[in-house]
């Protein structure tokens, strides 16, 4: 379980998460929707520990953020998806996926290797594995990008826009990947813009506003026209999401 | 004509110089290489104290006259009961200055280093030293190639200041030449061409890595 309790963070005196509250079972999907700035990704880098809260507790399992014991534990269960890929740009996707496994977890390198190549041909890139990030498109380098996560045997996943610098059919492909995911009941957070993707893999919507959880319902009462006919807010959030 | 003739028996001695050339360069290369690039990781991971001590060491080194510093090490650490020999005081301090420098073009590689790949790292959890060694360092050097190259040449031109602690390198070797034949346009005239091979093959090798390294890396 993923567990955050009164998380604030503040950047120079800007308010940035202000009380967040959230708890994600195990093989529970929740997408967290917001405006540009709302402080989505503040969340899950509070999670990965890239961000230290000001205050309130984040925990994972029985780990907290807030120890360096804690925080070792946290980052071997949970893995993250960057908006920007931030693949490792002078080794090869394979060694980009085996890196972690072997310094972190202490794999074997054939092992590490081995499983490589499995998770490669499960995305459809085991072609690639010996050349470079900027030898892929977009949606090569993100599927790159979920192996690396994937290769550290994950309980949780968390994914940060993970698809909004790709067309869409690129994003089709990353979906689609995420789909195989969902069925084989992994634990993930979904940062997204995109409404067909959280409506599609989500089982819950947590929609945030300027640092505070506005609503966090399941996915089916998220998109009714009776909750949207009472969150304005909200239904003006989909309406301008829609339209771009 | 006259001139091979007048040069001929000294051809070896000439040889001895270019190779005595070539070798304290070389070994200066690889030490201020090792030496810029601790002061570099230092100065930019240290705590606070151990930075400033690298940054105070580059800064010194980059504004002291290369030719007082040898002679300082040459002749003053005899006094202090410590003998070296004239190359390896040569491949000493040629390291420890040019150290300085290659410190700060390996600086400015690590701060440009994408944040991007530093959080990836951090979030997979390796540790700070996995980071540097494994990403920050390769990725900073790539960037970092071509003015290391510039400042290996120069290193190689520096060498011939070594002629002024006694150490028979090229330098040493045309001007015993020069007035032994009264040759000197002739002799320093071939000393310019033996100084271009030199420095063209290490910038040569230099260009090699650089598009080597760089070949898969998006710009
Ligand atoms: N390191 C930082 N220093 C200062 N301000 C920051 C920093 N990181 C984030 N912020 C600010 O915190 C706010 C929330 O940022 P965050 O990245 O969490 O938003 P987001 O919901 O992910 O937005 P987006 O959809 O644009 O990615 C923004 O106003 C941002 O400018
Ligand atoms: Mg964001």
New binding site residues.
């Given amino acids: 379980m993923i567990k955050l309790t009164d998380v604030r963070k503040s950047?120079?005196g800007?308010v940035?998460l202000d009380g967040i509250d959230l708890a994600v079972q195990a093989g529970e999907v929740v997408s967290i929707l917001?405006?540009?700035?709302?402080?989505?990704?503040?969340?899950v880098?509070c999670i990965n520990g890239l961000?230290a809260p000001d205050s309130g507790s984040v925990l994972l399992d029985e780990f907290s953020v807030a120890n360096r014991k804690g925080l070792r534990e946290i980052r071997k269960k949970c893995a993250t998806v960057f908006?920007n890929f931030n693949l490792y740009p002078h080794l090869t996707n394979i060694e980009n996926i085996t890196l972690a496994p072997v310094r972190v977890l202490g794999v074997e390198p054939k092992n590490a290797l081995a499983d490589a190549h499995d998770l490669l041909h499960s995305v459809g890139l085991n072609e690639h594995a010996d050349k470079y990030p900027a030898q892929l498109s977009g949606g090569q380098k993100q599927r790159i990008g979920i192996c690396r996560a994937l290769a550290m045997s994950p309980d949780y996943l968390l994914l940060?826009?993970i698809t909004s610098s790709l067309d869409p059919e690129m994003t089709a492909e990353v979906v689609d990947v995420l789909k195989l995911l969902v069925d084989k009941g992994m634990t993930m957070i979904l940062?997204t813009?995109e409404l067909n993707v959280a409506r599609s893999i989500s089982s819950r919507i947590v929609f945030?506003e300027a640092?505070r959880i506005l609503v966090d319902v399941h996915r089916d009462v998220f998109f009714s026209d009776a909750f949207l006919d009472e969150n304005r807010r909200i239904k003006s959030f989909i309406a301008s999401a829609n339209g771009l | 004509m006259s001139f091979l003739s007048d040069i001929g028996p000294f051809i070896p001695a000439l040889w001895d110089g270019f190779l005595t050339t070539a070798a304290v360069s070389a070994a200066s290369i690889l030490g201020s290489f090792v030496v810029g690039t601790a002061l570099a990781v230092v100065a930019t991971y240290g705590g606070r104290i151990a930075a400033m001590a690298a940054t105070i060491y580059i800064e010194a080194f980059r504004n002291i006259s290369f030719l007082v510093l040898i002679f300082f090490f040459y002749f003053g650490l005899p006094e202090l009961g410590i003998f070296i020999s004239a190359f390896w005081t040569g491949v000493l301090v040629l390291s420890l200055a040019v150290g300085a420098y290659v410190a700060d073009a390996i600086s400015a590689g690590l701060t440009n280093v994408q944040g991007g790949v530093k959080d990836a790292a951090t979030a997979f959890g390796l540790t700070t030293a996995q980071r540097i060694r494994l990403l920050e360092l390769p990725l900073a050097l790539r960037v970092s190639l071509r003015p290391l190259g510039s400042l290996f040449v120069n290193l190689i031109l520096t060498t011939s200041i070594l002629s002024t602690i006694t150490l028979n390198e090229l330098t040493n070797a045309a001007k015993i030449i020069a007035s032994t034949t009264f040759r000197p346009f002739e002799v320093y005239f071939l000393l310019l061409i033996l100084y271009s091979i030199l420095t063209y093959l290490c910038s040569v090798i230099v260009h090699r890595m650089h598009v080597r390294a760089n070949r898969f890396l998006a710009t």
């Fill in positions: 950047y120079a800007k940035v917001g405006g540009s700035g709302a402080g989505k990704s503040t969340i880098n961000v908006q940060d826009e940062v813009h945030l640092g």
